[in-house]
């Protein structure tokens, strides 16, 4: 019989024009309607059991939803570009999750894939020398661009389904793909989690395309280094005054603020490892003779592993009160994102490594790259791995014409099929 990677070869020209249809349409967090609505139509005609909507993502811990007239709109535009009305009303209030699950009702274990499925907020170079505008697949959404390579992504999940269902006789127990919403900000995979979709999970992956592998025809599979993170809104209010005639009746937001953003970076450092913490925005006031009665902060922290972070939320919030308490204004405190550090499971990576050796036909294989970064996918790593699963995150080399989030980003779909190919084996391997 044909191999899988030459099966998944053989799928190159289709993948490559799914993932630049996928690119001309972007969509960003929670509203991926058009996405989300394509890959429910392609998983149920492959034969799916298809869950999405509410069924899949938990309305309590959705966070950063753009407001109900962002969401009505983009919902939308998605239907005058193909979507399937009756499928986006059932994803209202921006519920794109998608899970696939291949039942083959023989015993075994469950595997899960995790594909992310937004665009970032970012206008796409127009010039000539960016790809997708010579081949004629840029952005049509002003401000939104696939700039990090989840329409890549998506197009892996949809391949890898593909080749499950024509192997299906090779498999065992139960396959889930599992398509999020809202990774960019790292707002969407607890809300997923929390729905319970890698509750029975045994084993999990996760994979990003380029990043930290831009090297061709490589596999690297275990990704290590996440940092958690917390992304906070806070927003001071206090009273307006008249700043020449009665300045002592104000309570002054702008200043409790101020020093709020100023206490926050001297949070001590913690001697278990690496931490940080940004106030990247901070707005206030309304006009010049004003006592300020508002101020609005945007906070991350981010922490080598889940305690430290924990701990700098901690003090931040301890501080953003205390600053508050000083100028006598409130402050309201909002999660805006979050994710957890998550464990390097060295053992899984060289035995992934081994069969990836043996199955598919990569130049190179790695078994560790350092994230450096966030990534919410831990959110269902730390849930599998906390439940006696294990979870790897894979990382597909692909050279990137720039970096990720950058307006002249683009990747070599060569990757794609590949990643497919991988999935599939796993999917064999760790099924049985
Ligand atoms: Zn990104
Ligand atoms: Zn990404």
């Known amino acids: 019989m044909e191999t899988i990677w030459k099966q998944a070869e053989a799928l190159k020209k289709e993948l490559a024009a799914r993932r630049r249809d996928l690119h001309a349409h972007p969509e960003t967090g929670w509203t991926e309607f058009r996405t989300a609505s394509m890959i429910i139509k392609e998983l149920q005609r492959l034969g799916y059991e298809v869950h999405f909507g509410a069924e899949v993502v938990a309305e ?3 966070m950063g939803r753009p407001s109900a007239a962002e969401l009505e709109a983009c919902a939308k535009r998605a239907v ?5 009305p009756e499928l986006v009303a059932r994803m209202a209030g921006g519920k794109t999750g998608v899970v696939g699950i291949l039942d083959t009702e023989r015993p075994g274990k469950t595997v899960a894939f995790r594909f992310d499925m937004d665009c970032n907020d ?5 010039t000539e020398a960016h790809r997708p505008v010579v081949e004629g697949f840029r952005s049509l959404h002003e401000k939104a661009m696939h700039a990090c390579g989840h329409d890549g992504h998506v197009t892996i999940g949809l391949a890898t389904a593909k080749l499950l269902k024509e192997n299906q006789g090779s498999l065992q127990g139960k ?3 599992i398509f999020q919403p ?10 997923m989690a929390d729905a319970g979709v890698v509750d029975d999970v045994d084993y999990f992956f996760g994979g990003h395309i380029g990043f930290k592998c831009t090297q061709a025809d490589t596999l690297v599979t275990m990704t290590d280094g996440f940092l958690a993170t917390t992304k906070m809104d806070a927003v001071f209010h206090g009273v307006p005054a008249h700043a020449g005639a009665a300045p002592e009746e104000g309570k002054n937001a702008l200043l409790a603020a101020a020093q709020a953003a100023i206490s926050l ?3 001590s450092r913690h001697s278990q490892g690496s931490s940080r913490i940004n106030v990247g925005v901070l707005n206030a006031g309304t006009g010049r003779n004003v006592v300020p009665d508002i101020a609005s902060m945007k906070i991350e922290t981010r922490g080598g592993n889940t305690e430290i972070n924990d701990f700098m939320v901690k003090e931040a919030r301890r501080m953003l009160q205390a600053a508050a308490d000083l100028y006598d204004v409130k ?10 550090a998550s464990v390097y499971d ?14 598919c036909g990569y130049a190179n294989v790695l078994t560790y790259v350092d994230m450096g970064g966030s990534e919410d996918c831990t959110y269902f790593m730390d849930r599998v791995q906390k439940r006696g699963g294990k979870a790897a995150y894979l990382m597909y080399g692909t050279p990137i014409a720039a970096g990720h989030h950058n307006s002249h980003f683009d990747f070599d779909e060569e990757a794609l099929w590949k990643a497919a190919a991988t999935l599939a084996e796993l999917a064999i391997k760790y099924s049985a």
């Open 80 to 84: 005058s570009e193909g979507a399937d």
């Open 60 to 62: 309590g811990s959705m």
């Open 122 to 126: 970012v206008e796409e170079d127009k």
């Open 331 to 340: 402050v309201e405190i909002s999660l805006a994102g979050g994710a957890p």
């Open 182 to 191: 809202a990774e960019e900000g790292v707002r969407g995979a607890l809300a």
């Open 265 to 267: 970076s001297t949070i």
């Open 175 to 177: 396959i889930k793909l």
């Open 346 to 359: 060295k053992e899984l990576a060289e035995e992934i490594a081994a069969l990836v050796q043996e199955k």
